[in-house]
């Protein structure tokens, strides 16, 4: 059982909006502003899409957008594209003992 | 750009130990955390542990493998390496190196290796 819990599976049509919830504790998201998102294609190694609760690397889409509230954190994809179909995995900060914690993965079907 | 290179063993029998090493090119070992990070077959990802080089080493490890857990360091070689001992089916898995910023995991990450643990 992972220590964040996300939904196992959302859709959308292509030009809509999704959100992807993870929901951990004041143990991790509630006290650190350290929330990192990864979309991952099959057979591929994850890539960081947000990291530090809201900002986005260079070269990542502004469609990507994160946010927080309390113990869940929140992945929203806005005008939906079909090469944005794969599973998507939040990770939070957890403290000096656990250091990094995942959620179990979303699979983004675009319809 | 720095690039990340996992190399190992693809079979290992159950309660031996599973040795990985990732090379690192293309930027500086030193100054940054490094991790390891696994994902069991049709699974979600879980990190394994990380070691972080300014002339001295430091590792932290996840306390559901610390007892069976090493990870270490050659910065002459541009190296980090993987030990997980007494392994079983349930080790299993892609393994990933990654460089972590301060903030957050998995700023680069290696293409993976797949790890298979049957006799």
């Known amino acids: 059982q992972s220590a964040l819990t996300q939904p196992a599976s959302v859709s959308g049509s292509p030009g809509q909006s999704i959100t992807i919830s993870c929901t951990g504790s004041s143990s991790d998201i509630g006290n650190y502003n350290l929330v990192s998102w990864y979309q991952q294609h099959p057979g591929y190694a994850p890539k960081l899409m947000i990291y530090e609760v809201i900002k986005r690397p260079s070269g990542v889409s502004n469609r990507f957008s994160g946010s927080k509230s309390a113990n869940t954190a929140s992945l929203t994809i806005s005008g939906l594209q079909p090469e944005d179909e794969a599973d998507y995995y939040c990770?939070?900060?957890?403290?000096?003992?656990?250091?990094?914690?995942f959620g179990g993965g979303t699979k983004l079907t675009v319809l | 750009q720095v690039q990340l290179q996992e190399s190992g063993p693809g079979l290992v029998k159950p309660s031996e130990t599973l040795s990985l090493t990732c090379n690192v090119s293309g930027g500086s070992i030193s100054g940054h955390y490094w991790s390891w990070i696994r994902q069991p077959p049709g699974k979600g990802l879980e990190w394994i542990g990380y070691?972080?080089?300014?002339?001295?080493?430091?590792?932290k490890s996840n306390p559901s493998l610390r007892s069976r857990v090493t990870i270490s360091l050659d910065a002459s070689k541009s190296q980090f390496s993987l030990s997980l001992r007494s392994v079983t089916a349930a080790d299993t898995a892609v393994y990933y190196c990654a460089r972590d910023k301060s903030g957050w995991p998995g700023d680069v990450w290696g293409q993976g290796t797949t790890v298979t643990v049957s006799s």
């Open positions: 070691v972080y080089y300014t002339g001295t080493m430091t590792t």
């Open positions: 990770c939070s900060y957890a403290g000096t003992d656990i250091i990094w914690v």
